[in-house]
């Protein structure tokens, strides 16, 4: 484990690396597709700015919240605390953010959607390697398996081997990352999003089984239920696009609009 790297007197969190390499990645990813598709490419710094301010701001608030018995005799304090990032608090702090970037830049709609969703898993399958390097406690349930890991040296150390969750999740959101960027072209505008919402949401939903997160409701956990409304909203995306179109494929649109124009 490598909580922190240490370069002559300087001293870096391998987490806080991890985060800003993410945000990098996610912006240079969304800067080729913002050229792509015929916008100003000096968009992609201001679109990941306004995500990277409200990240933090929505994280820490979620954390806040979901443990306000603990911080409860000190908010102001713990909301200005170092520890403490809560991923969908971020997401929902950041999604807020952009759109109203987006609303200030006339590029509020569903193409806006489509250009974050790689961007948006990259970004994750960085972030969660932040969590491996620095042994946060987002490792998994005890486990004596062939790749099993302890982080004796962790942030959150344990000597028990365990899943190495985190190297889970970085594969499966750097596929879905790769995925997506494959299937940019392809659909109608929003049905990219919608393909995101249903990849993450499965795939935090399976992994959060051998987390050690505990149960909320239903025997799943909080992630879990975040984690199947983000599925049950991408195919409810799908189907209502389905159902007016016909099609999710871009090119049936573009034969049809051409028909027209014809």
Not at 28 to 35: F, N, P, V
Not at 112 to 126: E, M, N, R, V
Not at 206 to 226: C, H, K, M, P, Y
């Amino acid at each position: 484990m490598y909580p922190e790297l240490h370069i002559g007197p300087v001293t870096l969190q391998s987490f806080g690396l991890m985060f800003a390499l993410a945000f990098l990645a996610a912006g240079a990813l969304i800067w080729k597709r913002l050229g792509e598709i015929g916008k100003p490419v000096d968009w992609a710094y201001e679109l990941c700015f306004a995500g990277l301010l409200g990240g933090i701001v929505g994280s820490r608030v979620y954390f806040l919240v979901q443990n306000y018995d603990s911080v409860k005799d000190d908010l102001l304090g713990n909301l200005f605390s170092g520890s403490g990032l809560v991923w969908y608090g971020g997401a929902i702090g950041g999604a807020l953010a952009v759109l109203l970037w987006a609303w200030y830049r006339g590029f509020l709609g569903l193409a806006l959607l489509d250009l974050t969703a790689p961007a948006l898993a990259l970004g994750y399958a960085i972030g969660r390697c932040g969590c491996q390097l620095s042994g946060d406690g987002d490792y998994g349930k005890p486990w004596d398996g062939p790749w099993a890991m302890s982080y004796p040296d962790g942030t959150v150390p344990t000597d028990r081997t365990v899943h190495p969750t985190p190297i889970y999740e970085t594969l499966a959101m750097g596929l879905g990352a790769w995925i997506l960027w494959q299937l940019r072209d392809r659909f109608r505008a929003g049905v990219l999003f919608a393909i995101y919402l249903i990849y993450a949401g499965t795939e935090r939903f399976a992994v959060e089984f051998i987390r050690r997160n505990s149960d909320a409701a239903l025997g799943l956990t909080g992630a879990q239920l975040e984690s199947l409304a983000m599925m049950v909203a991408g195919f409810a995306w799908l189907y209502a696009v389905r159902q007016r179109h016909g099609t999710l494929s871009r090119a049936s649109a573009d034969r049809v609009a051409q028909n027209l124009l014809s």
